[in-house]
């Protein structure tokens, strides 16, 4: 076996952390003092490896300061970061069991990368944003948050904050005390933590279908069974089934999203969020209501809440600021009735706290003024585009598509005509620059092969028009 | 029954939101045909409920601009949030079943107190970090990340701070590529989703003992189970009792702090640290590795990690900038070795993304440099006012009371003379307006009644002499 000398292999891996990109041309390298420490290699080991790296070209010395990276313009260092990898892209293709998690990260990644239409992104295009004034406020939030420190805010989070958001609450009919709210990290972190304060793994959880999968992933990781319970595109879930199922079946919690579901659009009237609370109560089930979308109505008054129906607090409201005002800074809450101390506490292990700062860029934005006139703007911007995405939709793409009628939010459920294999009207869609969201990742089995989801959040372009246009292509070669 | 009219309910309804402080004097409040839009009542109904607020002097209605909260000399709100909560504060007390983790929340929040003596801290003494540059980058950054989203750091997180996290480890002698690092809310939820990815509920984790007590809530709020192994308070856990227990019993992980474990201070020799890996490997068992103290060594070299030793990724290293840098921003990291995939996946399901702001503050903190220069100063007033505690415990305490060597970090481990109960020498302290943190939150059972942990971080003050006297006197009573 051939021997690599000691200063070889060291310049080697000197050699490769530059290739990596972990050292930049133009940077300083450590000292032959400091490296020699470090390394726990002699000086003249260094030194050897230093001549020898210099000698091939890839640092230089500088008289007075030491060791540079030089520019390598023969070859040029990969990216610091892939934007999909092999184990979260299409990871799908090569197993016949999809992982739909990692399916769900891969499509939001592919929104990530530079001149893809995003048609299948969860998120609200940023450009309706208030992110200048936003950003105004966090700036002059983390300038004088010096000395700031992680007791400042832990759980239940900053009290400035709590209390705006109770505000809100109250100005749209719903009574809450800041002592109920507790601050997550996006509603991802509140729907887990609530999901783990009610139920064990193996308890069987209700949900809608189709479903946000976030709700999904939260069921299977934390051990538990997702239930799906037959869902009307209307009006929600169908209580009176749920009820059926509970007679024969043990019914841990159930995990709703009433106003502006994703994937479907529905508002579930009054009367079904009622019911639906009444039913808990009689069997004390818990019911995880997802609320991120409540602020994004078209009607003229903000529909009410599971929670406003709560008399025993059994409803554990879960939301966030990500889809009305920014995603950037994840921060959302959680309500949680009767299950408050729980979550709290589970928040603090699972997080400790949630940023400082963030949280009061957005107490301040909330209490300057101007929340409500922003969404005001946004909802009238989305309705109108609710109207383009459908009238488009249902002009490009073959007859038999079907499209919803959301009240809310910015997303359009899509049935394609049957046969249609939404997973491959992915791929081929992906492979024009165009995302969508395929059907699969809205349930846990495979039944909404022939469905995509659609956002109609960005304002409306030639490009979106084109995209449309392109998909429809697909899915009529696809519908053969 | 007596009835309570419509209007006057919704007045009782308000009136309460405004002694709660949702409302605050001098905000104005719903204008009547939005109250009655929204909590869908008539306008008398609204307009009879503020007559009747308005003739109690709650409200006042302005001329052209609608109606305002008033000032209520009489009756002050109570704070919009207590510090410390009935279910969070002394629930240990009415229980013989200690809530320990509810116990480290409420000792945190006591830190928060205006006035307290932070002795029972966990985190570094904030006039230590370089906050005010830190700040000025955050300010800088946030003004500029308008229109930032969500899907800017998605998982892995923001590609510049990887690579810098990636150098730093370099620097320090070990070579790890941007990739492998995941980036965390803090180091609690690395350990939790490092821990979830290597073993199930039901599953045996060896840990030290005493232990951060983190680590054990991560074991316990997963289902699994924690192995108490032998520590020496020099050398580290047992590696040969934790061999021995192998052989007779299942051990699905390790979880180690090997530099400066939190509560002993001892730094692991590299043949004990090299020892643990290559058992590790030998049964390809997964060892979790806290790291966030490693940064503050007194000695003079960086000290290894058991990452150095890992050849087969079973590793998986966990650390953050809360002790080091700043504790306010919350970002952590995993390296999870052979793990990555797993722990990427979980991070996107339990939190989705880490805010970006603090992310890419930090990263230009440490792009522009100056990172070892705050470390040098630290390490060097952290050695002093080690020896400081240590000098003033031994004199203040009664004889029979013996105190830790740390090597790094800034908490020292004091075992107080037998039968003392640091429970109870905990809530004397605090009446006092003095943190300790007791010996029961370091272990699942109450081994270490009789002992404390004592935070050293702070600049030593005539104060800190005076607390450490009162704590010394409680102990004497104590002792009896």
Not at 118 to 144: D, E, M, W
Not at 201 to 207: K, L, N, R, S
Not at 264 to 280: H, I, N, T, Y
Request: with cysteine; charged share 20%; hydrophobic share 40%.
């Amino acid at each position: 076996m051939a021997v690599t000398p000691l200063y070889k292999q060291f310049a080697d891996q000197l050699a490769a952390s530059i290739r990596d990109g972990v050292l930049r041309p133009g940077e300083r390298i450590a000292s032959v003092r400091i490296a020699s420490q470090q390394h726990k290699v002699s000086v003249t080991t260094v030194v050897r490896a230093y001549e020898l790296l210099e000698s091939r070209g890839i640092i230089e010395s500088q008289p007075q300061s030491g060791y540079f990276v030089r520019e390598q313009p023969e070859a040029p260092p990969k990216p610091a970061l892939r934007t999909t990898s092999r184990e979260d892209h299409p990871a799908w293709q090569e197993s016949t069991e999809v992982d739909v998690s990692r399916l769900v990260l891969a499509t939001l990644k592919t929104i990530q990368q530079d001149g893809t239409v995003p048609l299948g992104s969860p998120y609200p295009n940023p450009a309706l944003f208030p992110s200048h004034r936003l950003a105004q406020y966090a700036g002059r939030i983390a300038r004088h948050a010096s000395q700031s420190s992680v007791f400042d805010d832990l759980p239940p989070g900053h009290p400035e904050l709590l209390r705006q958001i109770a505000r809100r609450y109250l100005e749209n009919g719903l009574k809450v005390d800041p002592e109920e709210i507790v601050i997550t990290v996006g509603a991802t972190e509140a729907i887990n933590l609530c999901l783990q304060a009610v139920a064990r793994p193996g308890d069987t959880i209700a949900v809608e279908t189709p479903t946000f999968y976030a709700m999904l992933h939260a069921i299977e990781r934390l051990g538990m069974r997702a239930l799906e319970i037959p869902t009307d595109p209307q009006r929600g879930i169908d209580v009176g089934a749920l009820e059926e199922r509970m007679k024969t079946q043990a019914i841990a919690a159930c995990m709703v999203m009433p106003n502006f579901q994703n994937p479907l659009g529905f508002q579930m009237p009054d009367s079904e969020k009622e019911r639906l609370v009444r039913l808990a109560e009689q069997h004390q089930m818990p019911v995880i209501e997802n609320a991120v979308y409540s602020e994004l109505y078209y009607g003229n008054a903000h529909p009410s809440s599971l929670k406003n129906y709560d008399r025993d607090g059994l409803v554990l409201h879960c939301s966030s600021f990500s889809k009305s005002l920014t995603s950037a800074y994840r921060i959302g809450w959680a309500m949680p009735g009767r299950y408050r101390a729980q979550v709290e506490k589970l928040k603090f292990l699972n997080t400790l706290a949630t940023p400082t700062a963030p949280q009061r860029a957005i107490a301040e934005y909330l209490t300057q003024g101007g929340y409500e006139r922003h969404l005001r703007r946004v909802r009238r911007a989305f309705a109108q585009q609710r109207d383009m995405m459908r009238h488009f939709v249902l002009r490009f793409f073959p007859a038999g598509t079907q499209v919803s009628e959301p009240q809310g939010g910015y997303v359009l459920w899509v049935e394609l005509p049957q046969g249609v294999d939404a997973m491959e009207l992915y791929r081929r869609s992906l492979a024009l620059g165009i995302t969508v969201a395929p059907g699969r990742i809205f349930a846990a089995t495979n039944r909404y092969s022939h469905f995509i989801r659609l956002n109609y959040s960005y304002a409306w372009s030639k490009e979106t028009e084109q995209a449309l246009k392109l998909v429809g292509k697909l899915v009529e070669e696809l519908a053969g």
